[in-house]
Antibody
């Protein structure tokens, strides 16, 4: 059973870079034809797709965030990561990592981690 | 404002049938991209409910079904139960392979 777990600072100062890591267990991140995604959800609001990475390193990003987002993968650690630069209070949200499985549906999700942007 | 449009809320009595719509455009759903549906219970991560427009993952009751036609998709829930009270989201992609979510629909079981 694949499991995903987000980790990283829960508090980031405005203008700094938010960095999160998703650790995958129960299977190799490089096995199978999967994308690995990041999604976020501000409190009381809907889901926002941030971007995804294939194990080859190929990425797709949300156009509205593209200039600030970098997603990378470390197959040796079975992890993939999110960096979001120049954060503001609007970036405060629960951040989820997930696997794009069959039909590119998000079939496995992490529990989510709250990141607050505040000085 | 989401590219995929869902009604903010729907409601139904136990045992009834409800449907949730997801309206896109010729740039996403209408271009042939699949629609997936997720259920999010309060305080938890979303859970995949329907994938590839109409397929149910193992363990999802057959009370849940999905369909797609043209630029829209729908999620139907029959035999409504109290435990179905949750937020529901549709998801698809656009031509740049950027993921899209609907704004979400809150289901209230009366």
């Amino acid at each position: 059973q694949v499991q995903l777990q987000e980790s990283g600072p829960g508090l980031v100062k405005p203008s700094q870079t938010l960095s999160l890591t998703c650790t995958v267990s129960g299977g190799s991140i490089s096995s199978g034809s999967y994308y690995w995604s990041w999604i976020r959800q501000p409190a009381g609001k809907g889901l926002e797709w941030i971007g995804r990475i294939y194990t080859s390193g190929s990425t797709n990003y949300n156009p509205s965030l593209k200039s600030r987002v970098t997603i990378s993968v470390d197959t040796s650690k079975n992890q993939f990561s999110l960096k979001l630069s120049s954060v503001t209070a609007a970036d405060t949200a629960v951040y989820y990592c997930a696997r794009d499985g069959q039909w590119l549906a998000l079939d496995y999700w992490g529990q989510g981690t709250l990141v607050t942007v505040s000085s | 404002q989401s590219v995929l449009t869902q009604p903010p809320s729907v409601s139904g009595a136990p045992g009834q049938r409800v449907t949730i719509s997801c309206t896109g455009s010729s740039s996403n759903i209408g271009a042939g991209y699949d629609v997936h549906w997720y259920q999010q219970l309060p305080g938890t991560a979303p859970k995949l409910l329907i994938y590839g427009n109409s397929n149910r993952p193992s363990g999802v009751p057959d009370r849940f079904s999905g369909s797609k036609s043209g630029t829209s998709a729908s999620l139907a829930i029959t035999g409504l139960q109290a435990e179905d009270e949750a937020d529901y989201y549709c998801q698809s992609y656009d031509s740049s392979l950027s993921g899209l979510f609907g704004g979400g629909t809150k289901l209230t079981v009366l």
